[in-house]
T-cell receptor, first 113, second 114 residues
Framework: ETGVTQSPTHLIKTRGQQVTLRCSSQSGHNTVSWYQQALGQGPQFIFQYYREEENGRGNFPPRFSGLQFPNYSSELNVNALELDDSALYLC????????????FGPGTRLLVL | QQQVKQSPQSLIVQKGGISIINCAYENTAFDYFPWYQQFPGKGPALLIAIRPDVSEKKEGRFTISFNKSAKQFSLHIMDSQPGDSATYFCAAKNSGGSNYKLTFGKGTLLTVNP
C-alpha cells in the first residue's frame, strides 16, 4: 500500500504567476482534499474532490481551482499568485467522502516572491 | 471566525512529564474530533480521535478527554518523550455536512526536554 505523495516538494514563484501542484492519493482512495497551511497556522480547507467532481469548497477565491483524474490523482492550480499564497499545500486522501480518517501527504512548500 | 481554538501555542515539558493541550469548539454540529501530529517537513498524521458519545479515549500514552457541555476537548500525553516533540493540531468535523472538511486549531509546538 503506497501512501499519499505530492510534487514538487518545494517551489518558488513570483507574484502574478500560475502554479500547479500534484497529488497522488493512497491506493484505493477516491477522495482527495486540499489544505493550505500558512506558517505557524493550522491547515485550512481549500476544496475536496470525489470521483472527479468538486465536493465542497472552503473560503478561497476562484483563482484556486482543482482537478481530479480517473486514477484519483489530483491537481491544485493557483492563478495570479499573491505573496500571501506562500504556504505549505497539503493534500489528504480518504477511501470515500464520509470516511473520517484522512491521510496527508508531505506537502508542497510554495514561496511567492 | 475561528471555530476551533487551541492552547497553548507552545509547551515545554521534561521527559517523563505530562503534556496537556486544550481545544474548544463553537459549532455544535461537530461530531468527530481528531488530533494530528506533525513533524517538521512532514504532513500531519492522525494520532487519536474521539466522538462525543464518550468522555475519554486512551491509546497507549495518549488520552483524549472530551467535555460536550463545555464544548472542550484535550490531549494528554503521559510519560512524554523527546520523540514526542512535534506540532500537535486538534481538529473537528461535521460528518453530516455537505462536505467532510476538517477544521483545525492553530497548533501547539511541544518540546520535550531530555
Amino acid at each position: 500500500e503506497t501512501g499519499v505523495t505530492q510534487s514538487p516538494t518545494h517551489l518558488i514563484k513570483t507574484r502574478g504567476q500560475q502554479v500547479t501542484l500534484r497529488c497522488s492519493s493512497q491506493s484505493g482512495h477516491n477522495t482527495v482534499s486540499w489544505y493550505q497551511q500558512a506558517l505557524g497556522q493550522g491547515p485550512q480547507f481549500i476544496f475536496q474532490y470525489y470521483r472527479e467532481e468538486e465536493n465542497g469548497r472552503g473560503n478561497f477565491p476562484p483563482r484556486f481551482s482543482g482537478l481530479q483524474f480517473p486514477n484519483y490523482s489530483s491537481e491544485l492550480n493557483v492563478n495570479a499568485l499573491e505573496l500571501d499564497d506562500s504556504a505549505l499545500y497539503l493534500c489528504a486522501s480518504s477511501s470515500n467522502p464520509r470516511e473520517e480518517t484522512q491521510y496527508f501527504g508531505p506537502g508542497t512548500r510554495l514561496l511567492v516572491l | 471566525q475561528q471555530q476551533v481554538k487551541q492552547s497553548p501555542q507552545s509547551l515545554i515539558v521534561q521527559k517523563g512529564g505530562i503534556s496537556i493541550i486544550n481545544c474548544a469548539y463553537e459549532n455544535t454540529a461537530f461530531d468527530y474530533f481528531p488530533w494530528y501530529q506533525q513533524f517538521p517537513g512532514k504532513g500531519p498524521a492522525l494520532l487519536i480521535a474521539i466522538r462525543p458519545d464518550v468522555s475519554e479515549k486512551k491509546e497507549g500514552r495518549f488520552t483524549i478527554s472530551f467535555n460536550k457541555s463545555a464544548k472542550q476537548f484535550s490531549l494528554h500525553i503521559m510519560d512524554s518523550q523527546p520523540g514526542d516533540s512535534a506540532t500537535y493540531f486538534c481538529a473537528a468535523k461535521n460528518s453530516g455536512g455537505s462536505n467532510y472538511k476538517l477544521t483545525f486549531g492553530k497548533g501547539t509546538l511541544l518540546t520535550v526536554n531530555p
